[in-house]
């Protein structure tokens, strides 16, 4: 048996080299985190602004959400009759809603000669006021709504 561990030479480290080593790792572990996190950083200061705009978009969905069945009734209304009168059409007649005005509590809605005017309700939001305007129109024998408003200056609508 001692043939056989008398060719072996073990390779002796020294205390110092092999502290080091660790060390190295460590420092090179810290720099990659540190490197990782300025590239999440950086992202997430590029893409704040969608961030944004997407919560605005999704926020005021509720209140274009709100308009569909007043929609609906002015389209089917207006297919259902080949010279319709759009003045005919106000809030409290013709089977719509009576005029909502906006308060803290809920969004406002009216219509006028057929326009849809819905506003955002008053709770100092950065939509506080912001207003969705549907005027309808027929064309090749279906209703187009075009938009305006105040929802486009917040990238709302």
Known sequence: MSESTDGFSPVEQSEASSGTQPDEQRLARLAFAGVMLALVVIYLMRNVDRYEDLNIAFRYSEMTDLVVPVKDTI???MLS???VDLKSFDSGTAGLPDEVFASAEAHG???IDGR????WMKDESDLDGVTYILSPKIEH???KWSVTGTCSEKKAC
Not at 116 to 119: L, M, R, V
């Open 75 to 77: 389209a089917a209304a």
């Open 81 to 83: 009759s080949p010279a």
């Open 109 to 111: 809605i009216s219509v």
């Open 116 to 119: 849809i005017i819905a506003t």
């Open 141 to 143: 024998g279906a209703v």
